[in-house]
Every structure is written in C-alpha cells, then in structure tokens.
C-alpha cells in the first residue's frame, strides 16, 4: 500500500550548511543525518512526522554516479542547480508493489535493500525500488523502512510526532508542487511506473494535474507557475511569480508562528 510522501531528496553542495540556512528561515530543525557508505552520499535529516526533508551532499563523486540517487544529487550539483532532484512514496510493501506494478507494466526495478550509517554510528535499514534515471521531473521511487531502531521505532516514532521544532510548533508536509514542462506527460509517466493516479487539479491552470497520496497533495503544473489556490490548504498563494520561481514547491501545514514563504536549497518552501 502506498502511505505517502516519505521524503523530499533535496541536492545541496553543504547539507550543514543548508540545514542552518533552513534552521534560520524557517525555524525547522535538522535532528539526523549520516552517510550512506554505498552511494557516496551523505546526509541531514528534517522530520516533519514521519515525512521529512533529506539534505544531500555527496562525498564520493564515482560512488554517487553508479547510484540513482547519488547521480540525480551529483547532476544538479555539477549543473550549478542545487534543489529537490526526487522524491519517494512510503509503502508497507515494496516487493509487493513491484510485482503489482510489474505486471501491470510498469518498469520499475528491483527492491533492493539500503542503509545509512547514523552520526551516532547506528544503522537505518530499508528497501527501495526505483526506475532509473531518477529526477524531479521523473517517476519517484517507492522506499519502505525497517520498523524499528532509533528512527523508525515505535518510541522514536512517538518522540518524532511530539517534536517541537524552534519555531514553536510542530510541522508536516501537506503538498508537493512541481513545474514540468507538460502535466499530463509526466502525470502518465508517475501513474505507469508507480501507480498514482492523477486527475485535472481542481480550481486550476487548464493542463495542471493532482494525486492525493494519503493526506498530501501532489500538483504537476506547468513550468514557471505560480503557487495557486487550491481545494482547503494547499497550496497557499503567499506572494506572486517571479522570473526566478523555482521548480519546485513544498507546502508545510505548522501549529505555530507566522506564515512565511522563503526560496532556499532551489525549493520554494510555504509554511501555511
């Protein structure tokens, strides 16, 4: 079953250079992080839930490019264009879902087994399950995590959702926006290889397409848009376009503090 948005991969030249930048503007802490030995990547983490914003850097240029998602972090960053270069769906099954998927056509790839090695030297394990070449304008891949452990245990999962971040409250995701150069192209391609459906987006653009996985929204609108109004909170038109909109939006849903609208990291960050 897919639950959701599990994490944003944001490609940055510093990720703790980003998570303070991100720390200041938004008031969002970075409380993980580590490095993930077999892609030449590293990390920080900033939970919002169980969905969080993963922070890449990359440490080891010939490890990162024989890995999907070390490629897609080290090609923004090569191009000079730091920002979300993919994302991934939560599922209580990935090998379930890439048999599903499969035989319905799908050419999404094996669901293979990760890891990260902690700051504090523990190890999160999962699996994931992608269609290569990863990117923000392709197919996200699909990750289920091993349920326990210091992250993705039943008390760290409980001490994660009562986090109070420094702004002053708690914060979630409730949508993902991303300018692509034709909607209905990329919605297809996302509903083919791994099974979300989309639908014209309601209240919009003519052209523009939006999933709902779990209680978040995802929008593909075309590129160059502006954050517009939407069915109940998401998304929020805070302030109007500008030649430098970035490509992507994440739309942050707080229970404190003001609403601030800020372009960090090469994302467009909404907290409603």
């Known amino acids: 079953m897919l639950l959701g948005i599990d994490h944003l991969v944001i490609a940055v030249p510093d990720p703790d250079e980003a998570a303070a930048d991100l720390e ?11 490095r993930h030995e077999q892609a030449g990547t590293f990390n920080r983490l900033i939970f919002l839930g169980d969905t969080y914003l993963e922070l890449i850097g990359v440490r080891d240029r010939a490890l ?15 191009a000079g264009t730091p920002g979300l270069v993919t994302w991934a769906i939560a599922t209580d099954g990935a090998r379930r879902e890439v048999a599903a998927l499969r035989a319905a056509g799908s050419a999404i790839g094996d669901a293979l087994p990760g890891e990260r090695i902690r700051q504090d030297g523990g190890v999160i394990r999962w699996h994931v399950a992608a ?6 304008d392709r ?5 289920e995590h091993e349920l326990a452990g210091p992250e993705w245990g039943d008390e760290a999962r409980r001490a994660r959702a009562a986090f109070v971040h420094p ?3 708690q914060a979630r ?7 692509v150069a034709h909607p209905a192209e990329v919605a297809a391609d996302f509903a083919r290889t791994v099974g979300v459906a989309f639908r014209p987006a309601p209240g919009a653009e003519p052209g523009d397409q ?4 779990g209680d978040q929204s995802i929008r593909l609108v075309s590129s160059g848009s502006r954050l517009r109004p939407g069915p109940g909170e998401w998304p929020l038109p805070l302030a109007g376009p500008t030649a430098s909109d970035p490509p992507a939006r994440v739309g942050l849903r707080a229970t404190a503090g003001e609403r601030l609208l800020v372009d960090l990291c090469g994302v467009r960050f909404a907290r409603l």
């Open 64 to 78: 990162a490019s024989a890995h999907p998602i070390g490629a897609a972090a080290l090609a923004a960053l090569d």
């Open 173 to 179: 995701v409730v949508g993902l926006e991303l300018g």
């Open 167 to 169: 702004f002053g409250g």
């Open 210 to 213: 939006e999933a709902r996985l």
């Open 131 to 136: 269609a290569a070449p990863l990117a923000a």
């Open 139 to 143: 197919p996200p891949f699909l990750i």
């Open 24 to 34: 200041a503007a938004l008031g969002l802490a970075a409380t993980g992080g580590g």
